[in-house]
């Protein structure tokens, strides 16, 4: 089975940086994924991690140690634009499905 | 526009009432994924098909079933509504492999009253 672990909630000011954790237990790993949701909203691609290290994509980082089994999400020079809640998903081997942590709901504060 | 399309985007019906709703794949994507939202609650797995047929298979209620037809768009019937089948319903296709996951429709809102 699978297990996918994140915060509940996070908070953070106009311009600061956010890490986001996620941790997971999986029999298969083949890649993980972060997505950002609006409330009411379709969650969007934000980033994908299958080797360990670091990827960049403007302000959003992600990062991944597959030994530990976790993850995390930075977001750099943060905008109000950027509440919303931050979804940690696994895919495991030999399947395209993709499961879901429960999600971190971020505040940002002017 | 994310490319996958559903219908209807807000439902709104009885207990024990049956609904279906409809999701069109993003154009040349074979899989289709069906996922529940309830309120404050994460991205629940329902079900997956590949090219007409069943891959996956999640935590589906049996009062639930779904299929995909040959034009690959798919189906979610709901059937004997209760009142905690009120939820977000979202699909997603993927292409194989792909190293960008799921695009998501804008999913469909369900309130059982």
């Known amino acids: 089975g699978q297990n996918i672990d994140q915060p509940t909630e996070m908070t953070a000011t106009e311009g600061a940086i956010v890490q986001i954790n996620c941790t997971y237990q999986t029999s298969g790993f083949n890649g993980l994924f972060w997505y950002q949701q609006h409330a009411g909203e379709a969650p969007t691609f934000l980033s994908y991690?299958?080797?360990?290290g670091l990827e960049e994509k403007g302000r959003f980082s992600s990062f991944l140690s597959r030994s530990k089994g976790y993850s995390y999400l930075l977001l750099k020079e943060l905008q109000m634009k950027d509440s919303a809640s931050y979804l940690c998903a696994v895919r495991g081997y030999n399947t395209d499905k993709l499961i879901f942590g429960t999600g971190t709901r971020l505040q940002v504060f002017p | 526009d994310s490319g996958v399309t559903q219908t209807p985007k807000h439902l709104i019906t009885a207990t024990g009432q049956r609904v279906t709703l409809r999701c069109s794949p993003r154009?040349?994507?074979?899989?289709v994924y069906w996922y529940q939202q309830s309120l404050d609650q994460g991205l629940q797995f329902l079900i997956q098909y590949y090219n007409g047929e069943e891959r996956a298979k999640g935590n589906i209620l049996e009062r639930f079933s779904a299929q995909q037809f040959p034009d690959l768009h798919s189906e979610l019937n709901l059937s004997s509504l209760e009142l905690g089948d009120s939820a977000l319903y979202f699909c997603?296709?993927?292409?194989?492999?792909?190293?960008?996951?799921?695009?998501f429709g804008s999913g469909t809102r369900l309130t059982v009253v």
């Open positions: 154009s040349g994507d074979l899989s």
């Open positions: 997603a296709s993927s292409a194989s492999g792909s190293h960008y996951g799921y695009t």
């Open positions: 991690n299958v080797l360990d």
